[in-house]
């Protein structure tokens, strides 16, 4: 009875590097949510996905940033030539269905940028 | 814009008092809401939620209430413990032509307990 799991933990990235942070949703649920939270801060909502394809990106800077659900695997969010101001604890949160509804979050992954 | 705030960003209480916790809200079109729970180093852990056709809700230990008039929801905590301590969050979605359950969150209020 796995809840939401991300991978790594914890990442280090030196400006300009790749990060990509990796969310596998609970069991029998389809539907992934990505938050940003800054120190001290609440959680920003960046972008939803369902499997092969991305609903609501609103939340999701124009740039350098990315998101995919393939369908096999994790999803996956992609941080190109990161910036200090990418540092920051992502998690991401799953459902079983569209709409307004109880989403379970993982534990996030707290990515650094030195 | 939308958003969702906190009232106090820290609360203090003894250990079995009760606590409250309040948020308010601004998008009167939201019909769902969820409180977390976040303790350090960790993800936000659900406690409770109510719908906008419901002014109350209670759970183990835990009470929502929802006043739609002034838009305000709080969180009640019965015979605050120790294991209580951590950050509270309030969550706002809706339906609506954008629905897409994305949460939009309040800036947390920290719970602490004193023994």
């Known amino acids: 009875n796995a809840g939401v799991m991300q991978n790594p933990r914890h990442l280090v990235r030196r400006r300009g590097q790749e990060a990509r942070l990796r969310c596998s949703p609970m069991?029998?649920?389809?539907?992934v949510y990505w938050y940003r939270q800054l120190p001290e801060e609440g959680l920003k909502f960046m972008v939803y996905?369902?499997?092969?394809?991305?609903?609501?990106e609103s939340g999701m800077p124009k740039e350098r940033f990315s998101a995919e659900f393939p369908k096999e695997g994790p999803s996956i969010l992609r941080i190109q030539q990161v910036v200090r101001g990418d540092s920051a604890a992502y998690f991401c949160a799953s459902s079983a269905e569209t709409g307004p509804l109880e989403q379970y979050f993982g534990p996030g992954t707290r990515l650094t940028v030195t | 814009g939308e958003s969702v705030g906190l009232h106090l960003p820290t609360l203090s209480v003894q250990e079995g008092d009760n606590s409250i916790i309040n948020c308010a809200y601004s998008?009167?079109?939201?019909?769902?809401f969820i409180w977390y729970k976040q303790e350090s180093g960790k993800g936000p852990q659900f406690i409770i939620d109510?719908?906008?056709?419901?002014d109350k809700r209670q759970g183990q230990r835990v009470t929502v209430l929802l006043n739609k008039t002034v838009k305000h929801l709080s969180l009640q905590i019965a015979a605050t413990q120790p294991g209580d301590s951590a950050v509270y969050f309030c969550?706002?979605?809706?339906?609506?032509?954008?629905?897409?359950?994305?949460?939009?969150f309040g800036q947390g209020t920290t719970l602490q307990v004193k023994p």
């Open positions: 109510i719908r906008s056709n419901m």
């Open positions: 069991k029998g649920h389809s539907h």
């Open positions: 998008n009167s079109a939201s019909d769902y």
């Open positions: 996905l369902q499997k092969e394809n991305i609903i609501d």
């Open positions: 969550a706002e979605s809706g339906w609506g032509s954008s629905n897409t359950g994305k949460l939009i």
